[in-house]
């Protein structure tokens, strides 16, 4: 009983570390991406390609609201958009548009373009929708940001090969430029992103988030053995991860930003409850 305890702790500690690295690697160890005004001409012509490539991608029909269209349209006005060198060599341009009022909901669009071929108009390959959660936060910023993302299906899994990226690379910049927020934590809706996802197969979607660093905060336990399994080049189960879908009810995952943000930040000395009473 005092063994499996103790292993318990130790997996709940590699796993803190684990998401201390992510967060200081991954997002506060990278060059700050700035976001500029866009003129209002430029960001409708932007957006005008996006929906055109958009309907054009494979299995989007029903997928993309098209009155996400429609909102960006009437704050195109309040556009910005940066650029960030790929690891490859490439250049992804950054389109930020609010589909609310005092960018509380937007989108970042994502277009990828070869610098070494003056002829490359870009290509669009995907989004994150975001959400703001202000709470008591001050001015410009949010107790919570909720993400959604999704790379177009030609452009996964490096099936493009002029301009190397990973969805991974792609979404960790929309987490930087995000975090100008300063919010205390990153969700992501566990139903339409990881337990009925239509942009994937659930479980690969489910080892998608534990990866990045996040877990269903009823099942944390099972969800830091996961993840560090995975840290450790370990596989995972289909029936293991089938059984933290099944046990957890969180409406959201969570990457808890304010535990991690200073470098020395001390791992928990207790096993995290795993909701089920146990």
Same mark, same amino acid.
């Given at each position: 009983?005092?063994?499996?305890?103790?292993?318990?702790?130790?997996?709940?500690?590699?796993?803190?570390?684990?998401?201390?690295?992510?967060?200081?690697?991954?997002?506060?160890?990278?060059? !700050?991406?700035?976001?500029?005004?866009?003129?209002?001409?430029?960001?409708? %012509?932007?957006?005008?390609?996006? %929906? #055109?490539?958009?309907?054009?991608?494979?299995?989007?029909?029903?997928?993309?609201?098209?009155?996400?269209? /429609?909102?960006?349209?009437?704050?195109?006005?309040?556009? @910005?958009?940066?650029?960030?060198?790929?690891?490859?060599?490439?250049?992804? @341009?950054?389109?930020?548009?609010?589909? &609310?009022?005092?960018? *509380?909901?937007?989108?970042? &669009?994502?277009? *990828?373009?070869?610098?070494?071929?003056?002829?490359?108009?870009?290509?669009?390959?995907?989004?994150?929708?975001?959400?703001?959660?202000?709470?008591?936060?001050?001015?410009?910023?949010? !107790?919570?940001?909720?993400?959604?993302?999704?790379?177009?299906?030609?452009?996964?899994?490096?099936?493009?090969?002029?301009?190397?990226?990973?969805?991974?690379?792609?979404?960790?910049?929309?987490?930087?430029?995000?975090?100008?927020?300063?919010?205390?934590?990153?969700?992501?809706?566990?139903?339409?992103?990881?337990?009925?996802?239509?942009?994937?197969?659930?479980?690969?979607? /489910?080892?998608? =988030?534990?990866? #990045?660093?996040?877990?269903?905060?009823?099942?944390? /336990? &099972? %969800?830091?053995?996961?993840?560090?399994?995975?840290?450790?080049?370990? %596989? *995972?189960?289909?029936?293991?991860?089938?059984?933290? +879908?099944?046990?957890?009810?969180?409406?959201?995952?969570?990457?808890? *930003? !304010?535990? =991690? +943000?200073?470098?020395?930040?001390?791992?928990? #000395? @207790?096993?995290?409850?795993?909701?089920?009473? !146990?």
């Amino acid at each position: 009983m005092a063994a499996n305890l103790q292993r318990a702790i130790q997996t709940a500690r590699r796993a803190h570390q684990e998401r201390a690295r992510i967060w200081h690697h991954d997002i506060l160890g990278q060059r !700050e991406i700035r976001l500029y005004p866009l003129g209002t001409s430029q960001a409708a %012509a932007e957006l005008s390609r996006f %929906a #055109r490539e958009l309907w054009q991608m494979p299995n989007m029909a029903g997928y993309f609201d098209h009155h996400h269209i /429609a909102n960006m349209r009437e704050h195109q006005h309040q556009a @910005e958009h940066g650029f960030a060198t790929l690891p490859g060599g490439g250049i992804l @341009e950054i389109l930020s548009i609010p589909t &609310l009022p005092n960018h *509380v909901m937007g989108f970042h &669009l994502f277009s *990828v373009f070869d610098p070494k071929d003056e002829s490359d108009g870009g290509r669009v390959i995907g989004y994150t929708i975001w959400s703001l959660e202000t709470g008591a936060a001050g001015f410009g910023q949010a !107790e919570a940001v909720r993400m959604a993302f999704d790379i177009f299906p030609p452009y996964r899994e490096h099936r493009y090969h002029k301009v190397a990226f990973t969805n991974h690379t792609i979404y960790n910049i929309s987490r930087r430029i995000l975090y100008r927020h300063k919010p205390q934590r990153f969700l992501v809706d566990a139903r339409s992103q990881i337990s009925e996802t239509r942009s994937g197969r659930v479980l690969k979607r /489910a080892i998608y =988030y534990l990866k #990045r660093g996040y877990y269903p905060p009823d099942q944390q /336990a &099972l %969800a830091d053995s996961c993840l560090d399994r995975l840290t450790r080049h370990q %596989a *995972v189960s289909p029936r293991t991860l089938r059984r933290l +879908l099944r046990l957890s009810h969180a409406t959201f995952w969570i990457f808890p *930003v !304010e535990q =991690y +943000l200073q470098p020395s930040a001390a791992a928990p #000395r @207790e096993l995290p409850g795993d909701g089920t009473g !146990e």
